[in-house]
């Protein structure tokens, strides 16, 4: 976490501190300084960016200050491995860009942080306020500010040197405190440039004390909570990303096992209990999901990944717990009859020292019924997990790469596609927390190579990342960041030619490929070898199992290009439902 002690100028070792010359003058310091000082102090040790005009100075001084830098090809992959950094942390991600175009470039990552609820930090340097604000034309110049505002959780602009110290500390604070999210800090050229006496910067420097304060839920709304699920005949519990950010995986493992209550994790929620834990639900969430009488959502919104709660996959009855952080999320699809309004560290702890002896008994006939059906899906699921067509489909390659996995834990998986996240959320197993990193709330494309760096910079830990092969192409160029910094990333991309399919064709008969059309020819594993990594070309699922064992103990940069049927996935993947269908009979069935 980060530092929480109050400080003082004295006890405070800054690089700004420069000696006087002749004993008169004060030693003078800078915007560049102040900022690299004040992360440091809040212990920020990593720093993802593009360097440029006016911030290639800030990123030299912060290396040669011992924060990391990770340099990146494009800053939507530096935003995404700051954010997911931040998921994994706790402490904000830091994503650092130059004016306009690089600032727009990051802020989609931001914006995609807000969106998920991971704290990260867009610092970006941007031109002279009167130019910008009179719209005099200045080399890339932009009202970043404002134009962040909507897509962030909070946005600063530091206008004075000695603001800086306070900038950071409202950055870091927004960013960590209640429901995380994404905060852009706006730094002007002549800010960073701006000298100052250097005790006045050390003096304005901010050591933020306990940033992400625990949130105690109210005893009442606990015994509420437990109140309604000790009624409930068909219980379940709903484990979202708040959960797995939380970090309180001893608790809420010991309340589910203690209460017998089958759990149902989303998709970064995986391993918080390992996936074959007996009270997993994952493999009948149809039937729990229509049929469970109070559901007790912990750190899980009730969005469309939920299907906003709703029938016709949701029973109209069903009764709501739901414990956030975030006391506005209460009623947003469905009513709530028992909020819980605290963090899940907290929470956990709460509903542990209130739950009576025998409060809460095991539903038998509930969990039968859910057994039964998880057992009639899983043998119906191994049929097409065991067959093994030719060439290979979705779940042959998954269970390569499932098998593979089952005894290495430690290592991260990255996923994102259509076809290819579907299948592999549901076929690749998780042991640990956080351990699964994917596309999330909004179903992005271009998470994967910027979530698997940054976890692979954070953690030191391998990280596969299983990549559809029009997903991988929206930051397959941070393959050369990746071999850069020698990184333990092994990139496997599921080439079946195409968005979804390989197989659409040009519905006008000319030349020119269908929209959804891409090279199924493509030597993905080449790319990597101009950047002196590892490629695998893979056709079945033996020759995938040989190149991931490989390209894992060698702790390299690999990238496996998997030849997959382009006739197996379908449009949209899971997601059929929400593609509205052309009225003028070019939809695909
Ligand atoms: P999923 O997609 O896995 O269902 P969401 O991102 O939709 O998860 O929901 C996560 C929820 O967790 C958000 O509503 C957020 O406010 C909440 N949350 C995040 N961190 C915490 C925390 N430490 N304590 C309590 N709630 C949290
Ligand atoms: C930023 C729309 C959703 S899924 C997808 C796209 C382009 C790619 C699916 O093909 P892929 O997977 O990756 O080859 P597979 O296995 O089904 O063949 N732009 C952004 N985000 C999204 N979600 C899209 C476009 C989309
Ligand atoms: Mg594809």
């Given at each position: 976490m980060i530092a929480t002690e109050p400080t003082s100028s004295s006890e405070i070792k800054s690089s700004s501190e420069m000696e006087s010359s002749n004993g008169n003058k004060p030693a003078a310091t800078d915007g560049f300084h102040l900022v690299v000082d004040a992360l440091k102090l809040n212990g920020i040790d990593t720093i993802y960016g593009v360097a440029g005009i006016p911030i290639t100075d800030l990123a030299r001084l912060a290396q040669a200050e011992g924060i990391r830098f990770i340099g990146f090809r494009h800053e939507q992959s530096a935003g995404n491995a700051a954010a997911i950094a931040g998921y994994l942390t706790q402490k904000p991600g830091i994503c650092l860009t130059v004016s306009a175009p690089g600032f727009l470039n990051g802020l989609v990552a931001v914006a995609n942080a807000t969106t998920n609820g991971f704290p990260m930090i867009q610092i970006s340097g941007s031109s002279d306020r009167e130019i910008v604000d009179l719209q005099q034309g200045d080399y890339e110049e932009l009202d970043q500010m404002n134009a962040a505002k909507p897509y962030t959780k909070a946005a600063f602009r530091v206008n004075k040197p000695e603001d800086i110290g306070v900038g950071i500390a409202r950055a870091i604070r927004a960013a960590v405190s209640g429901r995380p999210g994404g905060v852009y800090l706006d730094l002007p050229a002549e800010v960073l440039g701006a000298a100052l006496d250097a005790n006045v910067g050390v003096d304005s420097l901010v050591r933020v004390v306990?940033?992400?304060?625990r949130q105690i839920p109210a005893p009442e709304s606990i015994e509420r909570a437990l109140d309604l699920v000790a009624s409930a005949e068909r219980p379940l519990i709903i484990l979202g990303k708040g959960a797995a950010y939380s970090q309180a995986d001893s608790d809420i493992r010991s309340f589910i096992e203690k209460t017998g209550i089958p759990y149902l994790p989303m998709s970064m929620a995986k391993g918080l209990l390992p996936d074959n834990h007996p009270q997993s639900a994952a493999a009948a969430r149809s039937l729990v999901l229509a049929e469970a009488d109070v559901i007790m959502l912990i750190g899980a919104r009730l969005n469309w990944l939920l299907a906003h709660g709703k029938a016709p996959r949701w029973s109209p009855t069903t009764r709501f717990v739901q414990v956030d952080i975030s006391p506005t999320e209460m009623d947003s699809n469905r009513p709530i009859a028992a909020p819980v309004i605290a963090d899940i560290g907290s929470a956990m702890s709460a509903f542990l020292s209130m739950l009576k002896p025998g409060q809460i008994q095991p539903q038998t006939a509930w969990i039968k019924t859910i057994a039964e059906r998880k057992q009639h899906n899983i043998e119906r699921m191994a049929v097409r997990l065991n067959a093994n067509p030719s060439p290979m489909n979705f779940s042959s390659a998954l269970r390569a790469v499932r098998d593979f996995l089952a005894d290495k834990p430690d290592i991260y998986v990255v996923n994102e596609g259509a076809n290819t996240l579907d299948f592999g959320r549901d076929i690749i197993d998780m042991q640990q927390p956080r351990k699964r990193l994917d596309s999330g709330t909004w179903g992005v494309m271009g998470i994967g190579m910027g979530y698997a760096i940054g976890a692979a910079v954070t953690s030191g830990k391998p990280v596969v990342a299983i990549e559809g092969d029009s997903a991988f192409g929206f930051s397959g160029m941070e393959i050369e960041t990746i071999c850069r910094y020698s990184l333990p990333i092994v990139t496997v991309i599921f080439n079946n030619g195409g968005i979804y399919r390989g197989d659409d064709v040009n519905r006008s008969g000319g030349a020119d490929p269908s929209?959804?059309?891409?090279?199924?020819?493509?030597?993905?594993?080449k790319l990597i070898e101009a950047f002196g990594g590892t490629g695998y070309h893979v056709t079945d699922p033996q020759g995938l199992t040989k190149a991931l064992a490989e390209a894992v103990a060698s702790g390299k940069p690999a990238v496996v290009n998997c030849v997959i049927d382009p006739t197996a996935g379908t449009e949209s993947g899971h997601l059929q439902t929400l593609n509205p269908t052309s009225q003028i009979g070019s939809g695909r069935k």
């Open positions: 306990d940033p992400a304060p929209p959804t059309i891409l090279m199924r020819s493509a030597r993905y594993d």
